[in-house]
C-alpha cells in the first residue's frame, strides 16, 4: 500500500509539471518548488522508487504463491469429490444390478407349471387294478420348474404357496366297470372325477386349489377296481401350476 501511494505522487508531479511546462506558465523557481515537494513527497515513503518496485514485486510474487496454493487445493478437492461420486455410483449401481439379479431369480423360481396326458403313445384302458394306484401322467407338454415326475406321476411343491390342480377323465361306458379317479394331497383323497354308465363313453374333470409347503406332494390315483382311457386324443390330462407364492 506504501508502495502505491509513492507511485501515485510521482505520476502527480510528473503530470503537473508537464502541464506546466506546456502552458509556460511556470517559472524556474516554481518548477524547482516542485521538484523538492516531489522529492520530499518519495523520500516519505520510500528512499528511491526502485525500492518501492521490489517491494511491490515482492507482494505480486507472494499473492502469485497464494493463489497458486488454492488453485492446488481446488484440484485435490475437485480430485477427492469425483472419487467419492465414482464410488458411490459403483455402489448404486452394484446394489441395483443386485437387486436386479435376485428379483429375477425369486420370479423364475416361483415360475411353475405342468400339463401332461396319460399316454404317451397308443390308446387304450389303464386299470382295473385290485387297489388304488398311482396314475403317470407320462405325454408332458409343459413342464416347468421341473416339479412334476412324468416316472412317479408326483408333483412335488418347491414354493410354499397357493396351487391350481386339474384332472379330466375319459373312459369307456360299463355296467361293473367305473371309471374314477382322485386328485390326492398328501395321502389324502381330496376332489373326484367320476363316470358311471352302461354304454358309450363317459367325461368327467374336476379342479382344486391346494396351500402347499414345501415338499408337499400332489398326484392323481385311479380307484380300485377302475378304470381310464386315453389316446393320441390326449383325453385324460392331469395339469397344475403355481398361482403365487407365500
Not at 492446488?72 to 464410488?87: A, G
Not at 446394489?95 to 428379483?103: A, H
Amino acid at each position: 500500500m506504501k508502495s502505491l501511494v509513492c507511485i501515485l505522487l510521482l505520476l502527480e508531479t510528473f503530470v503537473f509539471a508537464v502541464q506546466q511546462q506546456l502552458d509556460g506558465g511556470l517559472s524556474e523557481n516554481v518548477r524547482a518548488e516542485t521538484s523538492t515537494d516531489s522529492k520530499q513527497n518519495c523520500q516519505l515513503c520510500f528512499p528511491d522508487i526502485h525500492a518501492a518496485l521490489r517491494e511491490l514485486t515482492t507482494i505480486v510474487t507472494e499473492q502469485k504463491a497464494n493463489i497458486r496454493a488454492l488453485e492446488t487445493r481446488l484440484k485435490e478437492q475437485q480430485t477427492f469429490i469425483l472419487k467419492e461420486l465414482n464410488k458411490k455410483n459403483e455402489e448404486v449401481s452394484n446394489l441395483t444390478l443386485s437387486q436386479v439379479e435376485k428379483l429375477r431369480k425369486e420370479n423364475k423360481d416361483s415360475q411353475i407349471a405342468f400339463s401332461a396326458a396319460l399316454m404317451q403313445s397308443g390308446g387304450g384302458h389303464t386299470g382295473p387294478f385290485t387297489t388304488d394306484i398311482t396314475l403317470t401322467y407320462k405325454n408332458v407338454f409343459t413342464n416347468i420348474g421341473n416339479a412334476y415326475n412324468p416316472i412317479s406321476g408326483i408333483f412335488t411343491a418347491p414354493l410354499k404357496g397357493a396351487y391350481m390342480f386339474r384332472i379330466s377323465l375319459y373312459g369307456s361306458g360299463s355296467q361293473s366297470t367305473l371309471s374314477t379317479v382322485s386328485i390326492v394331497k398328501n395321502g389324502e383323497r381330496v376332489v373326484v372325477a367320476h363316470g358311471n354308465q352302461a354304454g358309450g363313453v363317459v367325461n368327467s374333470s374336476n379342479g382344486v386349489v391346494f396351500l402347499l409347503e414345501v415338499g408337499d406332494i400332489v398326484y392323481v390315483s385311479l380307484w380300485s377296481g377302475a378304470w381310464i382311457y386315453d389316446n393320441q386324443n390326449n383325453h385324460s390330462t392331469f395339469s397344475g401350476y403355481l398361482l403365487f407364492p407365500l
